[in-house]
Structure formats: structure tokens, C-alpha cells
């Protein structure tokens, strides 16, 4: 069974490098409206904002997320960097 939108960017979220609880707080807040792809850009933008560094396997989570969602990964995307 595959997890939910809402599930994966929980993991996706907990498994960031994001550390400022504004950030994450304002991730989490989009969830229970039904803004899961909201929230995926937000934690794609902030890291993209921040420079954080990222394993090639949350590289590849992220990847699979923004195919799965529809995300568009053109130049002006933030997971163009992530």
C-alpha cells in the first residue's frame, strides 16, 4: 500500500535538512487544508533559499515526489536545484 500525498511529504519533511521552525511550521500548516503540493514546493524552495545540502537519496525522494505530484522541473522550479 503506498502512502499518501500528505504521508510522504511528512517523511519528506522530517527527513529534510530544514532546521528553522518557522519553516517548518509553515510546511506543516499547509497539510491539513489539503496543500500537500504547496508544501512540497515550500520544502523545495527552502532548501533551494537556504543552500542546504542533500544526499542523493533525498534527491531522488524529491525526484519522485514532483513526477508523482506533476511538479514542474523547468528553470524556474526550485527543484531544479534541489
Known amino acids: 500500500m503506498s502512502l499518501s500525498y500528505r504521508a510522504r511529504v511528512v517523511a519528506l519533511l522530517e527527513g529534510s535538512p530544514l532546521t528553522a521552525e518557522a519553516v517548518i511550521t509553515d510546511v506543516r500548516h499547509l497539510l491539513p487544508h ?4 504547496s508544501a512540497f514546493d515550500a ?37 531544479t536545484s534541489c
Open 43 to 79: 520544502i523545495c524552495s527552502w532548501i533551494y533559499e537556504y543552500a542546504l545540502p542533500i544526499t542523493r537519496q533525498y534527491h531522488a525522494r524529491l525526484v519522485a515526489m514532483a513526477d508523482e505530484m506533476g511538479t514542474p522541473r523547468g528553470p524556474s522550479s526550485a527543484l
Open 34 to 37: 489539503g496543500e500537500e503540493a
